[in-house]
């Protein structure tokens, strides 16, 4: 049930409800994910840092900022089953101001990305189109379990990685980029997966069909485990075969913590799906840090 029939009627959005519509805890993803961009390709030069600086608010405050507006928009029916006191369902953000204000970050970041050049603006392209192709109807990707969290893994960490070193280095990043940045942003749909877990009731009253609703808690939990794990073994593979064996040792063991938070996870998936987030996912972004550190020398 909506909460704002128990507010006074309001024509402008709260300033705080305005943040949480944005959820800057969601930036970190992409925004680490362009640092390892930067790292693959060398980091920064002189007169780059500028380029590192707008990337990082690009990916994180403007587009994935952006993506949330978008999706608390289009979820404001789910959200009022889920969780009414959001800034939509509760009334603090009335009438039709949660849409302007994705609308308008929608701008805001395409006029961003073309101050990074050809290769920023078309990563910025691609992440707008991918945000509202996931919430909006009639495409609406977040409808699947398997395309919609495959699309976010993929734009939360494969894009901007790609986007950081192409911008950085001003070209085409090189193959191990590519690989290395592809299989993190495939391996982060079990990431996506585990966060289905908190709209579990609200995704089975609207035909929302993620994972953990078509499959079940437990099963959909060991699907996620199986897919972010196959990533990270194959990159470590491909790390070995690029003589980077101590890189590749730092995320096998990074692996192995990740593989003995995933018992703790089994034993209950859904209550324990926000502690993994936050312990699992952890160890997973560190080894996308490692892997690129390897990897700056071959891009």
Not at 205 to 211: D, Q
Not at 267 to 287: E, H, I
Request: aromatic share 8%; with cysteine; hydrophobic share 55%.
């Amino acid at each position: 049930m909506s909460m704002s029939s128990s507010l006074p009627d309001r024509r402008l959005p709260e300033p705080a409800a305005m943040l949480r519509l944005i959820k800057p805890i969601t930036w970190f993803p992409p925004m680490w994910a362009y640092l390892c961009g930067a790292v693959s390709a060398g980091m920064p030069v002189s007169g780059q840092w500028g380029l590192l600086v707008l990337g990082v608010l690009l990916a994180g405050p403007l587009v994935c900022g952006m993506s949330q507006a978008a999706n608390d928009w289009c979820d404001r029916h789910v959200d009022a089953i889920n969780e009414p006191n959001r800034p939509i369902p509760s009334g603090r953000i009335p009438g039709r101001w949660g849409l302007w204000i994705a609308l308008a970050m929608s701008v805001l970041s395409l006029i961003i990305g073309y101050q990074l050049g050809l290769w920023g603006f078309a990563a910025t392209i691609l992440a707008v189109l991918a945000a509202w192709a996931y919430s909006m109807e009639p495409v609406r990707l977040k409808r699947s379990g398997w395309w919609g969290p495959g699309l976010v893994g993929l734009s939360y960490e494969t894009l901007p990685w790609i986007t950081g070193a192409a911008v950085l280095s001003a070209g085409a990043p090189g193959l191990p980029v590519l690989a290395v940045a592809t299989l993190y942003g495939l391996g982060a749909h079990g990431i996506m997966t585990l966060n289905d877990f908190k709209a579990l009731e609200g995704d089975i009253a609207t035909g929302v069909n993620s994972l953990p609703v078509t499959l079940g808690p437990e099963r959909a939990a060991r699907v996620a485990c199986w897919v972010m794990a196959l990533p990270q073994v194959a990159v470590i593979g491909l790390l070995l075969s690029w003589d980077k064996s101590l890189h590749a040792l730092a995320i096998a063991a990074l692996l192995i913590a990740q593989l003995l938070a995933m018992r703790v996870l089994l034993g209950d998936p859904k209550g324990r799906a926000p502690w993994y987030n936050g312990t699992g996912v952890t160890l997973y972004v560190s080894g996308m840090m490692v892997a690129a550190f390897a990897i700056r020398g071959l891009a």
